[in-house]
C-alpha cells in the first residue's frame, strides 16, 4: 500500500482573503460572518459592495433585524463604513436604497480595539487603587458606627 499524501489543488478566482485579525477583535460569531459575506461582496477596487439586508440574511442564513444588529456591531468596531443611498424611479420619486458598505482598513479597527483595551485596563487599575487607598483608610479611621462600638 502506498502512501502518499493527497494534494488539494486551490480553485483560482474562487476564494478571497479574510483577514487573520478578525479573530483576534472580539467579534460574534454572527459579526464575523456578516464581515466575510460584505469581504465577498466588495469591489476589489473600492472596497465597496451594497447588498441589502435582506440579501445577506439569505445568504448566510440570518434574519433581516440580526443582519442590522451584526452590522451595527461592525460600525461601531469600526471594521465598515454604511452610507445610506437613494433610488430614483422611472417616474422621478426618490426611495431609500440600500446602504453603501465600505470595507476599512483593518488597521483601524486593531487600532481603535486597543485603544479600547487600555481604556479598559485604566480603569481597573484606577478603581483597585481606589479600594486600596480606601481600606487603608477604614484601617487608620474605623467606623464608629459599627455595631460592638463602645456608645451605651
Not at 45 to 68: D, E, L, W
Not at 126 to 140: F, H, P, R, S
Request: proline content about 6%; glycine content about 8%; charged content about 25%.
Amino acid at each position: 500500500m502506498s502512501k502518499k499524501k493527497y494534494k488539494v489543488p486551490m480553485p483560482v478566482g474562487n476564494f478571497f482573503p479574510v483577514p487573520n485579525e478578525i479573530l483576534q477583535l472580539g467579534l460574534c460569531s454572527g459579526e464575523i460572518l456578516v464581515y466575510t459575506y460584505l469581504m465577498y461582496c466588495e469591489d476589489r477596487t473600492t472596497f465597496q459592495c451594497h447588498p441589502s439586508y435582506r440579501t445577506i440574511g439569505k445568504a448566510i442564513g440570518m434574519s433581516q433585524n440580526t443582519v442590522a444588529k451584526h452590522v451595527a456591531g461592525l460600525i461601531e468596531k469600526r471594521l465598515i463604513y454604511a452610507e445610506p443611498t437613494t433610488v430614483q424611479t422611472r417616474k422621478g420619486k426618490r426611495h431609500n436604497g440600500n446602504l453603501l458598505y465600505t470595507i476599512r482598513p483593518i488597521q483601524d479597527a486593531v487600532n481603535y480595539y486597543n485603544e479600547r483595551l487600555l481604556l479598559k485596563l485604566e480603569a481597573a487599575t484606577e478603581k483597585q487603587y481606589i479600594q486600596k487607598q480606601l481600606g487603608a483608610q477604614k484601617e487608620l479611621h474605623p467606623d464608629p458606627f459599627k455595631e460592638g462600638g463602645d456608645c451605651a
